[in-house]
T-cell receptor, first 113, second 112 residues
Framework: DADVTQTPRNRITKTGKRIMLECSQT?????MYWYRQDPGLGLQLIYY???????NKGEISDGYSVSRQAQAKFSLSLESAIPNQTALYFC????????????FGDGTRLSIL | AQSVSQHNHHVILSEAASLELGCNYS??????LFWYVQYPGQHLQLLLK??????LVKGIKGFEAEFIKSKFSFNLRKPSVQWSDTAEYFC??????????FGTGTRLQVFP
């Protein structure tokens, strides 16, 4: 079983719809992250959470919101989806401390029509 | 603001050729540096990391990277690439913000 699980893996929806992407982890990590990946732009940080009560905006948080329901769960919402939010979305986790790498889920490919 | 530059956007090599992918970062303090690889259709996986000690870091699958503080660089190398190394490679840095900043990635294609 994957340590970091994202659902759904693929989603196609229409402009204006509300969408929620789920992420759950079995690694026991306190820190969780949401990124979007666009061709030629690498990964950009949307939101991150260092523990259940700590939520922070990343580089590109406009149009997104998150909820950290538990240590193991971190969901990303698009309240009213728009076409330029079409991208590949990744969730990641890490432990605190120097040099700790992030562990990524398999991604959610989201298309907004 | 911290940033990471990967100047090679697309690299094409034949099998057995040597590889060097450039990575430069813009933060002058203590940094943690990473290289991640993303094989087609898969998630990012850690290749190697540097946070202290020997500036020459060895990772999985024969990759290595050298941290040169004076040049703000952390270039990735492999002496002899294989077709299975075809993937996208991302350099990333953590400086004083505790956030991982990624470069834009380098797409590597290796032909048999």
């Amino acid at each position: 079983d994957a340590d970091v699980t994202q659902t759904p893996r693929n989603r196609i929806t229409k402009t204006g719809k509300r969408i929620m992407l789920e992420c759950s982890q079995t690694k026991g990590h306190d820190r969780m992250y949401w990124y979007r990946q666009d061709p030629g732009l690498g990964l950009q940080l949307i939101y991150y959470s260092f523990d259940v009560k700590d939520i922070n905006k990343g580089e590109i948080s406009d149009g997104y919101s998150v909820s950290r329901q538990a240590q193991a769960k971190f969901s990303l919402s698009l309240e009213s989806a728009i076409p330029n939010q079409t991208a590949l979305y990744f969730c990641a986790t890490s432990e605190p401390g120097e040099g700790q790498p992030q562990h990524f889920g398999d991604g959610t490919r989201l298309s907004i029509l | 603001a911290q940033s990471v530059s990967q100047h090679n956007h697309h690299v094409i090599l034949s099998e057995a050729a040597s590889l060097e992918l450039g990575c430069n970062y813009s933060y002058g303090g203590t940094v943690n540096l990473f290289w991640y690889v993303q094989y087609p259709g898969q998630h990012l996986q850690l290749l190697l990391k540097y946070f202290s000690g020997d500036p020459l870091v060895k990772g999985i699958k024969g990759f290595e990277a050298e941290f040169i503080k004076s040049k703000f660089s952390f270039n990735l190398r492999k002496p002899s690439v294989q077709w299975s190394d075809t993937a996208e490679y991302f350099c990333a840095v953590i400086g004083n913000t505790d956030k991982l900043i990624f470069g834009t990635g380098t797409r590597l294609q290796v032909f048999p």
